[in-house]
């Protein structure tokens, strides 16, 4: 069997322009279905989420490289695993760094701002609630019984509604990934202590988060921060830093890393000018 030292992960950075082309190269090489090629496509950018031998890797990776598509593949022991990200409901962005605390208020990490890798924010949808209805009172639903025997017309009330729709905003979410060793945090708005701000502490969670989001980003300036973090802050386009769920931003953080990564490899090999 196949060690992790010979498996591969193959990313694509951008969204594929010639998506006939890139799915008939998925085809060629892995053997696939052309639907099942293309569903991928169509979702680019991201990972393709099998592990590729050697062989195949190569061959994808050339034959992407001849169609002008950015991509690279990692190794299995090489490629970031951020799951299950540590879940944070108390921390501070102190001086020195990031610290969390556990649920009693202990000291449970302590991230130096120049460990800390990337910072991946955006708007998760929710779910619209649906409320069942009140049901109607007793006196309420003996008259309408009564109205409904003589058959008295103009008298009988309406079905009411089955549930009431409760419309839910997205709220604000984000992945912190810090590096030496690698670890995952996750906060989400609704579920944070905001203690920390001090004299700017607001009244609502939706008014903290971006408070704390922006000292986050401010303090670590060595971080990578993803458009949709910018967005949150102000700096993009709102509509495009929102994810169906959790899962969907943590896929999000995961590519936006190995393109981080990508891209300081790929800088370090540029000549230096003399």
Partial sequence: MAGDDDRYRLVVFDAVEDRSAVRDLFCRVLGLHPTDAMQWVARSPGAWPKPLSAGEAK????GLYDLGEAAEAWRLDRFPDLVPPRVV??????????RVKGLRGEPTHWVPWDRIELIAA???DAQDEFRPARPPGFAEALATGVFALFKRPGVVQPRRRRADRIIRDPTGEVIIVRRDPQLAFRIAEGKMNYAALGDRLRPSAAENFPLFLAELCARAVLASI??????LLGRGDIDAATFP???????YA??????????RDRDAELPTES
């Fill in 245 to 251: 769920n959790s899962q969907a931003l943590l896929d």
């Fill in 254 to 263: 995961t590519h936006r890393l190995l393109w981080a990564r990508y891209r």
């Fill in 89 to 98: 409901h108390d921390a501070a962005c102190l001086e020195a760094g990031f």
């Fill in 59 to 62: 061959e994808l990776l050339d």
């Fill in 226 to 231: 993803t458009p949709t973090t910018g967005a």
């Fill in 122 to 124: 955006g708007r998760i």
